[in-house]
């Protein structure tokens, strides 16, 4: 490696490094300000949050990659041109192109990193994040019930609450709906209820049925139970889905459900690629930082730098909105997964053949 390629590895390497821990923390604090109402009012054990923090970095470093091959990329050319490090190079004959080499390869090396991550670690902690969130009703099973919304129990029980008290396991105003083999429907008002595990326990009860026919009828109780046996098949074991699939997964799983109809693996192959879109999208960032840093005052403006923070907004903004447009069938999976990064590439290059 020559001095050169050497000497911008180092001011590319600094804040990458530095920008990838901010946008992990980032992402990590937005996850914890989602939870910390349920934290602190529901009583979740401190050892279970730090768990699944734990396990949602791979997926915040994920997001974090890209985004910081682009702003290291922009900082690094700043610099050199604040610096008046451009000047002398440019004028030994060496090119916009040839000076931005390091960040392209850097680009490449984190894209690689990033599929790694996506198909080895975020999976296996995605599983077990989602684990960790579906053990909690086994242990206090309250914690599943939000008051004044509907909840699935289980496939074929609803639970409307009106308060809940997590520490003693008591539902307040409960109402419950479950349709029976017959095709009877169940509604139960309780003015108290304690689940436990399996079990719904239900005092004070006015239970309405209607039948098949029409026929209502209704009859108050002072105690019944409410059984629930898929609460435990429901909640239990890490749950498989297209997110936390490898990408080897994904592949047989589209191969598997392949038919006459390309409609029934859109989900899927949506998924697979917007996965090594995701990935990519490292290379076409560092293609588009320096020469977008170099289009304000030759770099030596801060304004390129702030350039770049607004168009990594606008490609965020765009992935969801071309993935909206896969998911409702407007786009074919590969346009929508792979368009934003070719028009990335092609602003990229359009600015390095400018200044070359």
Not at 220 to 245: H, K, S, V
Request: hydrophobic fraction near 50%; glycine fraction near 8%; include cysteine.
């Amino acid at each position: 490696m020559k001095i050169l390629d050497r000497h911008v590895a180092r001011e590319v390497l600094g804040p990458f490094t530095v920008a990838v821990l901010t946008f992990v923390v980032l992402v990590i604090g937005h996850l914890l300000f989602q939870v910390i109402t349920t934290v602190v009012e529901r009583g979740v054990p401190l050892w279970a949050v730090a768990r699944f923090v734990g396990y949602q970095v791979p997926f915040a470093l994920g997001l974090a990659l890209p985004v910081s091959v682009l702003l290291a990329s922009a900082l690094a050319v700043h610099r050199l041109a604040r610096d008046n490090e451009l000047t002398p190079m440019r004028a030994a004959g060496v090119s916009v192109a040839r000076v931005l080499w390091p960040t392209w390869l850097l680009g490449l090396g984190v894209a690689g990193l990033s599929f790694l991550v996506a198909e080895y670690v975020e999976p296996k902690a995605d599983r077990r994040a989602e684990g960790i969130v579906a053990d909690m009703p086994l242990s206090r099973p309250t914690l599943a019930l939000r008051p004044g919304k509907f909840t699935t129990a289980t496939e074929d029980v609803c639970f409307l609450p009106g308060t809940v008290d997590d520490q003693t396991g008591t539902v307040r105003d409960l109402k419950a709906f479950w349709v029976e083999p017959g095709g009877t429907v169940t509604l139960v008002e309780a003015e108290r209820a304690r689940i436990r595990r399996s079990k719904c326990i239900v005092e004070r009860v006015r239970t309405y049925r209607l039948d098949e026919r029409g026929n209502l009828t209704t009859g108050p109780a002072y105690r019944g139970t409410i059984d629930l046996p898929g609460t435990l098949a429901t909640f239990t074991g890490e749950q498989r889905t297209q997110r936390n699939m490898s990408v080897g997964e994904l592949l047989r799983r589209i191969r598997q459900a392949s038919g006459p109809n390309p409609e029934t693996t859109r989900s899927l192959r949506l998924e697979l690629h917007s996965r090594l879109g995701l990935a990519f999208a490292c290379l076409a960032f560092a293609l588009l930082g320096g020469p977008v840093a170099l289009a304000f005052r030759d770099g030596k403006s801060i304004g390129g730098v702030l350039a770049v923070v607004l168009f990594g907004f606008v490609y965020y903004v765009g992935m969801l909105w071309a993935r909206m447009l896969g998911e409702s069938a407007v786009l074919p999976p590969v346009a929508a997964a792979w368009l934003p990064n070719l028009v990335t590439m092609a602003v990229g290059v359009v600015l390095v053949w400018r200044r070359s």
